[in-house]
């Protein structure tokens, strides 16, 4: 069996630096990456079943949403995953997905551990960081699939919803969650229907434009189809994730 430092390369890094070109990956290398990400990594990754096409991981995520649905969520065996996950992970969705913790998207989706790259602000929304944690979930560790998620009774698109409707202002940083929520209320205000659901429906639709717009990298990856972009809604009462987009 070979054990050349280049066939033991995970595809994903060799990915990742074909996407990202030489200067730019030497440069990555030298500042931003942890060392275990850019050390010569096993062949075999920590879950084998992780390794799927989009579709595929999309399917598997979504039985996980109606094991979930229907009480029969799997036992998770901590104890061996916390082995097998030391050295490296490959998870096979990422979610953005809103911080309030009624949504629990590895519990929505009755993954375990190192399957479920989760990036979370309160309104599911794109910013830099969000960004570039997403870019190194896909180009780094290969994920397939990437989820935006919002949520019934999201208290950040109400917010959003007051700061349009009623000019409100809020104190700190909260303001800057409702300015950002803001054009996807803007853009449903005339609409029929419950104005605060309506905007966190296009809450979702609009960040999922803002992942394609703003980043070259995944863009790139949806278009050669290496990486399936979905928008979800996740219903409090029954915690069905309903598709949007
Ligand atoms: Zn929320």
């Keep these: 069996m070979c054990t050349c430092h ?21 440069a990555v290398t030298a500042s931003l990456l942890p ?39 799997r036992r998770h065996d901590f104890l061996a995953e916390r082995e097998a996950l030391v050295s490296a992970q490959n998870p096979f969705v990422a979610v953005l997905s809103c911080a309030d913790s009624r949504i629990a998207p590895e519990y929505a989706f009755d993954t375990g551990r190192g399957d479920l790259f989760a ?14 944690s997403l870019e190194y979930g896909v180009a780094v560790l290969g994920i397939p699939l990437l989820m935006v998620l919002g949520h019934e009774g999201c208290g950040a698109v109400e917010a959003g919803v007051k700061a349009v409707r009623d000019k409100a202002s809020f104190p700190g940083h909260i303001q800057r969650l ?68």
């Design 35 to 73: 060392t275990h990400a850019l050390a010569a990594s096993p062949a075999e990754p920590p879950k084998p079943e992780n390794q799927l096409s989009p579709q595929a991981a999309f399917d598997r995520l979504m039985a996980g949403n109606r094991r979930y649905i229907e009480g029969v969520a």
């Design 6 to 26: 280049e066939h033991a390369e995970q595809p994903a890094r060799r990915d990742f630096l074909r996407l990202a070109g030489v200067t730019v990956a030497t």
């Design 119 to 132: 990036v979370r602000v309160a309104g599911n929304l794109v910013n830099d960081d969000g960004l570039g």
């Design 178 to 245: 409702a300015d950002a929520i803001a054009p996807a209320v803007k853009a449903t205000l005339d609409k029929p229907g419950d104005p605060l659901d309506n905007a966190i429906r296009q809450n979702v639709l609009d960040n999922m434009r803002l992942v394609k717009e703003r980043s070259e990298i995944l863009r790139t990856a949806i278009d050669e189809g290496r990486l399936k972009l979905v928008g979800g809604l996740y219903r409090l009462a029954d915690g069905k994730v309903e598709l949007l987009g």
